[in-house]
């Protein structure tokens, strides 16, 4: 699962709006758009998200506004979480204007897990899981998990949290049946002794 359309459900449910939002709300992804980079070129690291958003799910045209990654990068580069771990989707993946890049990848989703964001550090387990991340270091993926899932346990009234805490594609059960029993406390361990950087 990607988790960038998620981030735009969250973020559309946020408390806090954004010039651009309430022509979004009204219909009018052209006007949102324009507005949303307004509000970027003046720093605003949400209205950057926003247009991401909107050209990753091809509501705008990216010959008017340029690539989502873009934009992601510019929300990342602003401070924003999901716009970091939208970048790293982006490489992942090879989508929103970026080439596959799994190194990038990691890079991206990191600069979100270390403030502590759910979906970068189950992103950051999945790809240890699927052997992605070099070295291979699977006590490292299932600290990841473990993190993430103690995040959704906060939130499990929204269906994200849920679907973290399914874990669906059976990422933590991967890992742990590459695992010993020793190696498994260690990453326990490794969790309850991680907090995030703020």
């Not at 006007?31 to 690291?45: K, P, S, T, V």
Request: aromatic letters at 8%; proline letters at 4%.
């Amino acid at each position: 699962m990607r988790w960038g359309i998620w981030t735009l459900i969250l973020t559309l449910q946020g408390c806090s709006a954004v010039p651009g939002d309430a022509a979004l709300r009204g219909g009018h992804p052209q006007q949102a758009a324009e507005l949303y980079r307004r509000g970027a070129d003046q720093g605003d690291a949400a209205a950057a998200l926003r247009l991401g958003l909107l050209l990753g799910e091809g509501r705008v045209s990216a010959s008017q506004y340029g690539s989502a990654a873009t934009w992601y990068k510019r929300a990342c580069d602003l401070g924003s979480l999901p716009g970091c771990h939208n970048v790293g989707v982006s490489y992942e993946y090879g989508t929103n204007g970026l080439a596959k890049d799994l190194a990038q990848a990691e890079a991206f989703y990191r600069k979100a897990e270390l403030a502590g964001y759910m979906q970068s550090q189950y992103n950051l387990g999945s790809m240890h899981s699927n052997n992605y991340i070099a070295p291979p270091n699977d006590v490292e993926g299932l600290k990841w998990l473990l993190l993430a899932q103690k995040s959704a346990a906060e939130c499990k009234q929204r269906e994200l949290c849920r679907w973290v805490l399914r874990d669906p594609p059976g990422h933590k059960r991967r890992l742990e049946s590459r695992l010993s029993g020793e190696q498994q406390n260690e990453a326990h361990a490794l969790a309850a002794q991680w907090s995030a950087k703020k």
